[in-house]
């Protein structure tokens, strides 16, 4: 049984707020295309960027993207929006010291790579005239996107640095419940629980930036302690399916959780009430901060 229900906030956030994720690590559209400033005629009409003034130069990690826009979020965590364009330089030092510099298109440019931008102003935005970064950084941000699991350690390390350093990644927005249902003491999915996960997992994958959190429950029936194991494998349960069956990747996924019979969605009191608490709540949410762009 699958639907879209408002959620118990306070359970929400107590579940993010210890469970921190490679938020680092969203999805990202990587089409190339011309740099269109806000349909300013004074932007518009440079055509190269060497003809605008000088504008300041940042460093951070890219924190979002979409087509023709980057969002790098500083150390102290400032976030600064840069257009980038094919005049845009991307370039990558490798070696001692930084030597052997080598050209890069810009689908290099994936969340969670540590960047230094120079920027010019053009209008009342800023564009990157130039972006460097570190070959190994490169490598690491890869691994990530592509989920390798030869990269898992490097994925870690980079994913934890990136936490660290984004100070508001567990402010989400919620874009969307799906609760998938269970029989009693079971952790068994159905066959429309299945189907249920995989549409799930299509829609998010259909939105910028989205994560999914995996929050399993249960009934009054049993003990707490046999209820918060049972939650906690239900979540698990569907976290697997997930990632195994319905191709979402799992740094795309923050860590699951059971919550025994906390935030029941009807009365125990009744066999139809506690049929809708046995469930897992598979929530779409996109940082608040990256939300939009």
Known sequence: ?????TINRASLLLA???????????????NREDIVVSGQQEAQAIVDLSEAPRGPEIEGIISARDSSRLQVTADDGSKTIVGFSDQTEIKAS????????????????????????????????????QISLRDKDLKTASMIHNGTAQGF????????????????????????TTNVNFDTGKATLSSQGKADLCATAQQADA???ALLLVVGYTDSTGDYEYNQQLSE???SRVVNYIQQNCGW????????????????????????????????????????GLDGL
């Open 16 to 30: 993010t707020a210890a469970l921190l994720a490679p938020a680092s690590v969203s999805a990202q559209q990587e």
């Open 249 to 288: 990747k799992p740094y795309r996924m923050l860590t699951p959780t059971g919550m025994s019979e906390a935030d029941p969605m009807a009365s125990n009191d009744t066999a139809t009430g506690k049929a809708q608490n046995r469930r897992v709540a598979v929530n779409i949410l996109v940082s608040k």
């Open 207 to 209: 939105m910028d930036n």
């Open 153 to 176: 350690a490097e994925q870690t390390a980079a994913t934890e640095a990136l936490r660290s350093r984004v100070g508001d990644i567990d402010k989400y927005n919620v874009k969307g």
């Open 1 to 5: 049984m699958s639907n879209i229900s």
């Open 233 to 235: 494998k239900r979540a």
């Open 94 to 129: 490798k070696g001692l010291f930084g030597l052997g510099r080598k050209a890069l298109a810009t689908d290099a440019l994936l969340n969670g790579l540590p960047v230094s931008v120079e920027t010019v102003q053009v209008g009342d935005e800023l564009v990157a005239s």
